[in-house]
C-alpha cells in the first residue's frame, strides 16, 4: 500500500472519528482516532505535519475520553500533546492542553491542581499577549478559588479578569464575569455589592441586545433580592427572566426560572402558587436538565412541602435532592440541601438524623465561606440542643449563628436567631430575655413578610405568656398566629397554636373551646402524618401526643372517664397500629377515633383484666377494664419516677459469672454493660450485697405502691394485660412487691401490649394468617470474623437443648444465615433466637447469605427491622433470647418494649413476642428456657401460664434471685403452640 493510500485512510479514520465523537459515541470515538494515529506513523509525512497530526488526535483522544468520564487516560493523552509539542513550541497546543488539564482537575474536585495548570496557562497567555485566554484563565481560577472557599482570591481573580475585558473592549464577557461576581457576592450576603455588579451587568446586556444573557442578569439579581428579603423585586426580576428565556434560551434556562418563582412564592407562603411553579419546573428537569438542576428542583419541592406539614414529599424530594446534588460535587448546593433536611427532620422529631445533616451542612458551607448556609445550620443544630434538653450548648449555637447573620447582613435567619434565643430562654425559665428576644424576632419578620416565621415567634410568645398566667395577652397572640398559619396552609405552626389555645382556655375555666381547641389540634396531627413511613410516623408521633394527652385530661376533669381513655388510645402506638391493620387487612375508623363500644367489647371479649396507664404531667390515670366495666381511678406524684433506676438497682452488686454479651458492643466498638456489670459484681462485699437487697426490695415496694396498689381491689382475674406508657415499659411488673412481701407474678399472670387498638388487632387477625405448626430454632450464628463479634457457646447450648426438646432440627453456626432465617420465619409457628442483639437499632447478628465475599456488607448478615417487615412473618411465637430484647428507644407515644426488636415481629405479624430487659446468667437463661418450652410442650399451656409456671419454679427453687427470672416479658396476645 502506497503512502498515499495511507494518508488517504488516515483522513477517513480521522473524519469518521469526529462524526462518531460529535455524536456522543465516543468509544468507537476512540477507536478510530488510534487507528488513525497507527496509519499517521505509517504515512511518511514531513516532520511539522507528523506532530501537527500527533498533537490533533491526542487532544481529540483527550476530548473522547473526557466524554467518557475516563479522566485518567484523558490526562494521559494531554501529557503526551505536551511532549509531542515540547520540541516544537507551539503555544496555542500549550494554552489548550492545560486548559483541558485544568478543567478535569476541576471535574474531579482537584482544584488546587487546576490551579496550577491555570497559572501555567496564564503565563503563557502573558507571554504572548493574548488577553482573551488571560481572562479566561482568571475567570476559571476565581471559581476553582471559590471552591477552594478561598472567597477573595476567587473575587480578586474575577476582577482582574473584569479590568482586561474593560482594557480590550470585550463588553459581552464583561457582562459576563460581572454577573459571575453579583453571584459571588450574593452568596457572601454582601447583597449592596452584587446588586451593584448584577445592575451593571444587565445593563451591558441590554445594550449589546444579548436577550439570553440578560435573563441570567434578571434571574442572578432575583435571587439577590430574594435573599435580602425584597420579595415583590425579586418577583419582577424572575418574570422578566422567564419572559426573556421562553423567548431567547432554552427549556433547561426557563425550568430555572420557574424554580426561582416558586421560590419566591414559597417565601411569602403562597404555597399553591409556589407548588405549581415547583412542579413545573421539576417535569422540565426530568426531561432535559442537568443533575444539578434536577437536585434543585428536589430540593425546592422539599422546602414547599415541609410547611404545608406534607413531611413524608419533603422527605422524600430532599433525600433525592441531597443524593442528586452530592454527585455534581457542589458543596453550595450539597449545603443548603443538608441544611433543609436537618430542617424536615428536626420538625418530625428524627433528632438524631437532624444532628447528623446540619453537622454534614456547616461542613460545606465552611469549606466554601457560605456564611448564610452555616447560620442556619448552627440555628438547627442549637434548636435540637435544646429540645433534647441541652440549653447551654443550644444558646451556644444560636449565639454563633447570630453572630455570623449579623456579619453577613442575613435578616431573615438574624429574626431565626432572635426567636431560637427566645426559645432556648423560655426552657430555662428566664421569661423576661425570652419575651425581648421573641419580639425582636417578630419585628424583623414583620419587616421582611416572612408569615411562617411570624407564626412560629408568635406561637412561642404566646406559650410564655401562658406560662407567667397572662391568659388574656397570651389568647391575643396565639389567635393572631392561628390566622396567620391558617391563611398560609402551615398545619403543623396550625397544630401548636391550637394546643396553646386550648391551654389557656382550659386554665380560664372555658372547657367547651377547650375541648373544640384539643380536638381541632389532633385532626392536624393526624392529617400531617399521612403518607409518613414507620419510622418518621413515631418521631411525628412522639411530638404530638401532647393534644391527646391535654384533651384526656380534659374529659377527665369532667368525669367523662371512659370518654378519656378513648382519647389517650387514640394518641398511643399510632405508627403501629397502622402497621397491623395493613399486615392483617383489618379497616381502621377514618379518624382513628377508639369509640367506647369498642372498649367493653374489648373487655368482654378478654377473659384478662386490661390494665391502660399514662401519665400527665404530676397526674398518674388508671383505667381498669373487666368484663364490659371501664373503671378510673388517678394518683398524684410528687416525684416522677424512673423506671431505668428500678433497674440499675435490679442489677447493681449482682454477679454475673457466666453471662455472654449477646450485645452487638464489639460491631460498633462500644464498652459492654454487662461485662461492666460482671466485672464491678466481683469486687463487691457480701455486706454492701445485702445492703444492695434490702434498696432493691424497697424499690420494688415503692413501685408496687404507686403502680399497683392504687387499683388493686378493682383487680379480680388472675390474668392480666398491662399496657404501660414510656419508660413504664421497663418496669419488671411481675417483680413488683406489696407489704406482705408478695411479688405480683405470684398472683397474677401478667403480659403487655402497646395499646388497646394492638390487642384488638392482633386478636382480630384472620383465623388462618398464623402457622399452626414449625418451629425455627437459631443459635450462635457464625458471624463475619471482621463484626469482631465473639462466639455464644451458651447460645449454641441453649438452641441445641431447645430443638431435641421440641424434636427439630437447630439452626446454628454456618447454617443460621440471614437468606435462610428470613425464609424461615414467613412458615412457622415458632421462632426461637439466641444470638447477637441490639434492641435500639433493632438488629440481630446472623450469618452472612454470601459467605464467600473477602468483605461482607452489613446487609448480608445483620436482620433489621426492615428486613422483618418486608418479608413479614406468621409466628404465633416469637422468643429473643438476645441482650435486652425488649428494650428500646424511648418514645411516650409508642412505648420502649415496642421500639426495637419486639415491636418489628409484633408489627411484622408475630401474634406474641417472649423478650428480656436486662442480661440474665446464661445458666439461668438456660434453665429457663428448657421449662418454659416443657410447659409448652409437654404440658399444653399457653405462653403466658407457662411463663407464670416458669418463674414460679425459679422463685420457689430458691437458688435464682430477683434479677434472674424478673426480665422475662411477654408482650402481645395469649398463644398455645402445637408442638
Known sequence: MSNWDKALKFHIAHQAGDFLYQSHIYQKAIDLYKEAQVLLNECGLEVESFNFGQMLLHYKLALSYVGLNDFTEALESYRRLLRVNEGIGNKDWEVRAYRGISDIHCSMGQHVHSILFLRKLLQVAKETGNKRDEIAAYATMGDSYYSLGKQDLSIKCQNDALKICEEIGDKETEGDILRELGGKYRNLARYPEAIRYLEKSLEIFKEIGKSRKEGYSYQYLGMTYHEKGDYNKALECHFQSLRLMAEHGDEVDAGVCYNNIGTTYNAISRNNDALAYFKTSLEIMKKCGSKEQLGLAHHSLGLCYTPLGQFAKALEHQVEAVNILGETGNKLRVGRAHNLLGNIYNAIGQKKEAMNSFTEAIRCSQTIGDRRSESGSYLGLGDVCICLGNPGEGEEYTKKALRLTKETGDKYNEAMSYGSLGFCYMCCGRFKESIENFNLGISIMQELNDKRGEATALINLGSVYETLGNLKKAKQILQKALKITRNIGDTGKEHEALTFLGICNRREGELKKAHD??????????????????????????????????????????????????????????????????????????????????????????????????????????????????????????????????????????????????????????????????????????????????????NLYQWYNDIFAPIADLVHR????????????????????????????????????????????????????????????????????????????????EALEIAELLGVSPTVGDEATKKHVLQRIREVSLIHIAAHGDPERGEIALASSFPSRRSPRKDDFMLTMEDVAKVGTRAKLVVLSCCHSGKGQIMKSEGVVVVGISRAFLAAGARSVLATLWAVDDRATKEFMIRFYGHLKRDKLSASEALHQTMKWMRDSKRYRVNEWAPFVLCGDDVNLDL
Open 517 to 698: 381547641f384539643f380536638s381541632e389540634s389532633i385532626t392536624c396531627a393526624e392529617r400531617n402524618r399521612e403518607l409518613l413511613r414507620d419510622e418518621h410516623k413515631l418521631s411525628l408521633d412522639n411530638m404530638t401526643f401532647t393534644s391527646y394527652y391535654e384533651l384526656c385530661s380534659l374529659r377527665i376533669s369532667q368525669g367523662h372517664f371512659a370518654e378519656a381513655l378513648c382519647t389517650v388510645e387514640r394518641g398511643r402506638a399510632r405508627a403501629l397500629g397502622d402497621l397491623l391493620s395493613k399486615k392483617y387487612g383489618i379497616q381502621r375508623h377514618n379518624s382513628h377515633e377508639f369509640y367506647l363500644n369498642c372498649l367493653r367489647n374489648l373487655s368482654i371479649k378478654n377473659p384478662s383484666t386490661i390494665l391502660f396507664m399514662a401519665t400527665h404531667r404530676f397526674d398518674k390515670y388508671f383505667w381498669v377494664l373487666e368484663g364490659g366495666e371501664i373503671q378510673f381511678k388517678s394518683l398524684k406524684c410528687k416525684v416522677a419516677k424512673d423506671a431505668i433506676e428500678l433497674l440499675k438497682s435490679l442489677l447493681r452488686g449482682k454477679s454475673v459469672p457466666e453471662c455472654e454479651d449477646r450485645s452487638l458492643s464489639a460491631y460498633y466498638g462500644l464498652k459492654s454493660s454487662s461485662r461492666e456489670i460482671k466485672g464491678k459484681s466481683r469486687q463487691r462485699l457480701v455486706e454492701e450485697e445485702e445492703e444492695e437487697e434490702e434498696k432493691e426490695d424497697t
Open 718 to 797: 388472675q390474668d392480666i394485660i398491662i399496657i404501660p406508657e414510656g419508660e413504664d415499659f421497663m418496669v419488671p411488673f411481675c417483680a413488683l412487691c406489696d407489704h406482705n412481701d408478695k411479688f405480683l407474678s405470684e398472683t397474677f399472670r401478667i403480659r403487655l401490649i402497646p395499646s388497646l387498638t394492638a390487642l384488638r388487632m392482633i386478636q382480630d387477625s384472620p383465623e388462618d394468617y398464623h402457622s399452626i405448626t414449625g418451629a425455627l430454632i437459631v443459635g450462635n450464628p457464625s458471624v463475619p470474623p471482621q463484626t469482631k463479634l465473639p462466639s455464644l457457646p451458651g447460645a449454641r447450648r
